[in-house]
């Protein structure tokens, strides 16, 4: 059974920090890209960052680029998403994804929400 399950996300001061984690099983995590996604209410799901497992190819957008980074632990079967610099607009049900190709997602995890206080 496929699993990706999201963690780390909390209540932070802007500015402060998270690490979110995305932990898979039941699928060749080295042939996968994993994605980070976020929704905020009442806005579109976006995605904010992906790394493809074998080659460590990584993607961000631009409205998180310079303060995320995506990292992964093969051994762990595990990505993790650090953010730093955080800010209110950063507020959002965070989602991993995982998917043969970047971009094209075929397992979902649940997601863990993130909140920035101003």
């Known amino acids: 059974e496929v699993q990706l399950q999201a963690s780390g996300g909390g209540l932070v001061q802007a500015g402060g920090s998270l690490r979110l984690s995305c932990a898979a099983s039941?699928?060749?995590?080295?042939?996968?890209?994993i994605g980070w996604f976020r929704q905020a209410p009442g806005k579109e799901r976006e995605e904010i960052s992906c790394?493809?497992?074998?080659?460590?190819?990584?993607y961000y957008a631009d409205s998180v680029k310079g303060r995320f980074t995506i990292s992964v632990d093969n051994a762990k079967n595990t990505v993790y998403l650090q953010m730093d610099s955080l800010k209110p607009e950063d507020t959002a049900v965070y989602y991993c994804?995982?998917?043969?190709?970047?971009?094209?997602?075929?397992?979902w995890g649940q997601g863990t929400q993130v909140t920035v206080s101003s």
């Open positions: 039941g699928f060749t995590f080295d042939d996968y890209a």
């Open positions: 994804a995982a998917g043969l190709l970047i971009g094209r997602y075929d397992y």
């Open positions: 790394v493809s497992s074998s080659d460590g190819t990584t």
